[in-house]
């Protein structure tokens, strides 16, 4: 017997490497999952779904999952660090166009604890200095529900850190990073480096690189934090989703 399908749905990049990065999460995912399955139950089926850039799109692959399976439930994990239009519009969209009868959709990715300390790593492992002006640099969002969640994940990474960072943003909303990089050098900080809380490799990314600071952290990626993250967001919706259909 299987458990519900996983479906991870992230934004899509045109990167090569955003790309591989998604498809090697979900196989970790699939890995971590097989390692803790029931007895009598094997390893969910994990399968990959984009929202914008690229496909395929959450629906198609729920009305793949149902034509191939049509009694197995569905999982969705929105593999974003904040909860904007693509989290609150997209994907409730997809679903409801997939017709797929028995879809769970989880909270997303971020803000997470888990997400901070993974942030202070990379950090570390870009060369930040103690003393050093810190930049929170987000994708950006206009929606306000998902500047919240920045603004959260900001206090996080405060909390590890036990030192302030200046939230800044990479495409959509003010300020943008390399101001911000700009004011803190002028405001006297000798060192600025770039804590950067994207999930994947890609064109925001290489922004950063080009926004003038000292150093700049690896996105998120693939951490075991992250897959343990993954993995118990679906389990807690896979039990919700196994009662329902059993009932």
């Not at 166009?97 to 997400?115: F, N, Y």
């Not at 500047?147 to 909390?159: I, N, Q, S, Y």
Request: glycine letters at 8%.
């Amino acid at each position: 017997m299987n458990g519900p399908a996983l479906v991870l749905v992230a934004h899509g990049t045109r990167s090569t490497r955003g790309v591989e990065m998604i498809a090697a999460l979900a196989e970790a995912v699939t890995r971590e999952l097989s390692e803790t399955v029931a007895p009598g139950l094997r390893a969910p089926v994990v399968r990959t779904a984009f929202v914008d850039v690229l496909g395929p799109s959450p629906s198609e692959v729920l009305r793949d999952l149902r034509a191939t399976a049509p009694d197995m439930p569905a999982v969705v994990i929105p593999a974003f660090l904040a909860s904007g239009y693509h989290v609150y519009q997209d994907v409730p969209r997809e679903v409801g166009e997939s017709g797929h009868p028995t879809v769970t959709v989880t909270p997303a990715m971020g803000p997470d604890p888990a997400l901070a300390r993974i942030m202070t790593m990379r950090l570390r492992a870009a060369g930040m200095r103690r003393g050093d002006a810190v930049v929170f640099a987000a994708a950006g969002s206009s929606d306000a529900r998902a500047r919240a969640d920045v603004r959260r994940a900001a206090a996080l990474l405060t909390e590890q850190l036990d030192a302030p960072v200046r939230i800044a943003y990479v495409a959509t909303g003010a300020p943008r990073v390399p101001e911000v990089v700009a004011e803190l050098r002028d405001s006297g900080a000798r060192r600025v480096v770039i804590a950067s809380y994207l999930l994947a490799q890609g064109l925001f990314q290489q922004r950063l690189h080009e926004a003038g600071a000292d150093g700049v952290a690896e996105p998120i990626g693939v951490h075991p934090a992250v897959v343990r993250l993954l993995a118990d967001r679906y389990r807690s919706a896979a039990a919700q989703s196994t009662a329902v259909h059993v009932r």
